[in-house]
């Protein structure tokens, strides 16, 4: 009996090998996996995770639903889950959060600013959309333009309508005033939207998948062949349109003061190139998308509160004396005019989040919130938790502008992250605050708002990490 007797029942293997084969490799993960899964460091409460696949099986629902599921179950402080094999933890607790902003970026080695961990180009980036939105010239084209957008709309609607009075989807409203032309000076199409939306959606599969599942598991690899092609359609529209508008700023045809043309004027040493162009204004149009989602649910719930919509009314007649038609100034939305109804804008927004968590990743080995973590450990901030939590929040569900009003002192540090925290904080705050004031402005002095169907749910649901409200019905009534 020699060596080639040996070979025989490999060469030619019968079906019982090949099982037997299978069971001991599955077998061997198993014992791996689970090994793994017993003896790893910093074991933390949180479900029971299957190999191969981990915890995915509950990935059925809405990521959120499930976040905020786990975290009520297992405690707010941390929780962990597993996508396949990757271990992934959960933060519902403000008390944690200086820990983890201090010691985490983001996973992804992207362009732009949100998705980018390169911190140099992030820093670069960012201070130049922060430059961006902030020049006079800027603010006064935006509002203006909103405004006159405003004006257009409703004047169409009145000359469609019987009746002084008319219902509107509030959220489609609210895209067309900020979406048509204030950051682009271009009218952002329906099917742009959408492939925008697809591109969230992308960013946040690819974070949260592992690479091979993403790669070789059905569906989940159709979804990365959709996700590619939509970046590139993406690509080549917005290179278009920046080489369009890099000619037109050429033959001084065309100089307004919204971010894209600022960006590609920005006058430094280090350039932007197209590129990241290209990706921070995708980012702002996630901007869009938050700021009309949040503005939406500020409305919502001044309908289903009528006394506290009533001082919002109070408020604005005491600012524009009644004139229902001047043109808005800069002054007019500041917090020391509308002081209440930016209080209304921070309630809605700590009671329905319209980013409902982030995601963050070890930068070094180190220490944070009592535990020694490897390099690359992956983290989900999860803000709605946070903003909803017993413990950092009296009645966290009553619509309650006064605790904004009341001192700095009455909100517990962390605990109130509509923007995000540390460094990673949103650039753009202040702009969303205004546009959130304008557009209320801009209703409110002239028409009562009511909830169309009073006692309809909102119908709002979760795309990844942000809460979208799908539609708002209203009805405009002059005052
Ligand atoms: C109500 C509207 C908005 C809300 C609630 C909001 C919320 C947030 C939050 C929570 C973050 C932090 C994410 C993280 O920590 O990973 C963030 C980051 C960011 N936001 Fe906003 N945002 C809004 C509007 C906007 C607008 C209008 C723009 C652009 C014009 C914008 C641009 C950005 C960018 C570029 C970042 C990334 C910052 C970084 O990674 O350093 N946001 N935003």
């Not at 060469?11 to 077998?27: E, G, R, Y």
């Not at 990935?59 to 402080?77: A, H, M, N, T, V």
């Not at 590129?275 to 980012?283: A, F, P, S, T």
């Not at 930068?363 to 946070?386: L, R, T």
Request: glycine share 4%.
């Amino acid at each position: 009996m020699g060596l080639q007797s040996l070979l025989i029942p490999l060469s030619s293997p019968t079906l019982h090998d090949i099982l037997i084969f299978f069971i001991i490799v599955v077998a061997a993960y198993m014992v791996k996996f689970y090994y793994a899964y017993f003896t790893h460091e910093n074991k933390l409460p949180g479900p029971f995770p299957l190999p191969l696949i981990g915890n995915l099986y509950f990935l059925y629902r809405e990521l959120d639903d499930i976040l905020f599921d786990l975290q009520e179950k297992y405690g707010s402080k941390l929780v962990e889950f597993y996508i396949g094999s990757e271990r992934k933890i959960c933060i519902g607790d403000a008390n944690l959060l200086e820990d983890i902003n201090k010691y985490s970026s983001n996973e992804l080695a992207g362009k732009g600013i949100g998705f980018n961990n390169n911190l140099e180009s992030w820093k670069h980036n960012k201070a130049f959309l922060a430059q961006s939105i902030m020049t006079p010239s800027f603010w006064k084209e935006y509002i203006k333009e909103i405004e006159m957008i405003f004006e257009d709309s409703i004047k169409l609607m009145e000359s469609k309508q019987q009746s002084s009075s008319f219902d509107i989807n509030f959220k489609e409203w609210a895209v067309r005033l900020l979406a048509i032309e204030g950051y682009t000076k271009e009218p952002i199409s329906k099917e742009l939207s959408y492939k925008i939306n697809i591109w969230i959606k992308s960013i946040i599969f690819h974070r949260l998948l592992p690479k091979f599942i993403a790669t070789y598991v059905p569906p989940f690899n159709l979804f990365k062949k959709k996700y590619l092609k939509n970046d590139e359609w993406l690509k080549k529209y917005f290179d278009d349109l920046v080489e369009k508008r890099r000619e037109e700023i050429n033959q001084m045809k065309k100089y307004n003061s919204d971010i894209l043309t600022t960006l590609i004027c920005a006058n430094t040493k280090n350039k932007l190139k197209d590129e990241e162009i290209r990706i921070i204004i995708y980012e702002t149009f996630i901007g869009i998308s938050t700021t009309t989602n949040s503005v939406s649910f500020l409305v919502y719930l001044l309908c289903k509160n009528p006394l506290i919509k009533e001082k919002v009314y109070a408020e604005i007649d005491k600012v524009f004396h009644n004139d229902k038609t001047r043109p808005i100034t800069y002054d007019d939305i500041s917090t020391i005019k509308l002081p209440y109804t930016e209080a209304c804008v921070n309630e809605s927004l700590c009671l329905i989040s319209t980013v409902l968590y982030t995601l963050r990743c070890a930068i070094d080995d180190g220490n944070a919130c009592s535990f020694n973590w490897k390099a690359g450990q992956k983290f989900i901030v999860h803000y709605n938790f946070i903003h909803l939590n017993k413990k950092h929040w009296e009645d966290p569900v009553k619509f309650n502008p006064e605790r904004f009003i009341k001192n700095d002192e009455y909100i517990e540090k962390n605990s109130f992250i509509l923007f995000g925290g540390g460094n990673k904080m949103c650039p753009a705050r202040l702009l969303a605050m205004n546009s959130i004031k304008i557009i209320i402005v801009l209703f409110f002095r002239k028409y009562d708002i009511e909830l169309v169907e009073s006692e309809a749910p909102l119908k709002r649901s979760c795309v990844l990490l942000i809460n979208e409200c799908k539609e708002l019905k209203v009805r405009i009534i002059p005052r």
